[in-house]
């Protein structure tokens, strides 16, 4: 029998909080004719630093030489999922592959953003578990949208999308139609586009951005 424990944040008390998981599984399985092992495993998923913690419940407790022999100890098997190997990686073969990946990723970039294109076998997992893990709300809402993301490409293509949405929402709000014609200069968005967005032709775009010192790209 297995327990998963999904962790962000290293925790010190952990091997006390294995002892009671599993105590209370073993004490489930007392009426059952077999009794059989319980696993626990911590998969830590921080990026900012290795588990520190404790790994074994004598560890957190004082035990008196004398009696050190009667106490059990239990132990966390805690893996570092940031710190994997490549080798170590590529042995999985389900959709943990990706989300490992990832992490090791965000460990070595913070601004990381997502290559691989590795096709996700269960999208709506996977982005609700990296929706948790990394406390970015932005992975859960693609999923109102989630048609056509097969890969953390089709997803990181989907975050940018977003991004420049709500740019181009804060700016016009703010009378900003100076964002407008950026994002149209630097090919972010289409002419058709960001005169859609201001309400206007595109030939007043044109005309707009012109007087206002700004290149259109059909005119490069």
């Keep these: 029998m297995y327990g998963i424990e999904n962790q962000t944040k290293v925790e010190k008390r952990m091997p006390a909080r294995i002892s009671g998981y599993e105590g209370a599984s073993y004490r489930g399985q007392c009426d059952k004719k077999t009794i059989v092992p319980v696993i626990t495993m911590v998969?830590?998923?921080?990026t900012d630093r290795k588990w520190t913690a404790p790994k074994n419940l004598k560890s957190l407790i004082k035990v008196p030489d004398k009696l050190d022999e009667y106490v059990n100890d239990t132990?966390?098997?805690v893996f570092e999922i940031a710190w994997l190997t490549?080798?170590?990686i590529a042995k999985f073969t389900s959709d943990?592959?990706?989300?490992?990946?990832?992490?090791?990723?965000?460990r070595k970039n913070k601004d990381y953003i997502p290559d691989d294109k590795t096709t996700i076998k269960h999208v709506d997992e996977i982005l609700k578990f990296l929706s948790v893990m990394t406390g970015d709300s932005r992975y859960e809402e693609i999923l109102s949208d989630k048609e056509g993301?097969?890969?953390?490409c089709?997803?990181?293509q989907r975050l940018e999308d977003r991004g420049i949405e709500k740019g181009i929402k804060e700016g016009i709000s703010l009378g900003g139609n100076q964002m407008i014609y950026s994002l149209v200069e630097d090919k972010s968005i289409s002419m058709e586009k960001g005169?859609?967005?201001?309400?206007?032709?595109?030939?007043?775009l044109r005309a707009n951005m012109i007087n206002a010192g700004y290149k259109c790209p059909d005119m490069e």
Excluded: H, T
Excluded at 96 to 106: G, Q, T
Excluded at 149 to 152: A, D, E, R, T
């Design 43 to 46: 998969l830590y998923y921080g």
């Design 149 to 152: 993301v097969s890969n953390m």
């Design 86 to 88: 490549d080798e170590q």
């Design 75 to 77: 132990k966390a098997n």
């Design 154 to 156: 089709d997803v990181a």
């Design 195 to 204: 005169a859609q967005k201001l309400g206007i032709s595109v030939e007043k």
């Design 96 to 106: 943990f592959k990706i989300v490992a990946n990832f992490f090791v990723n965000k």
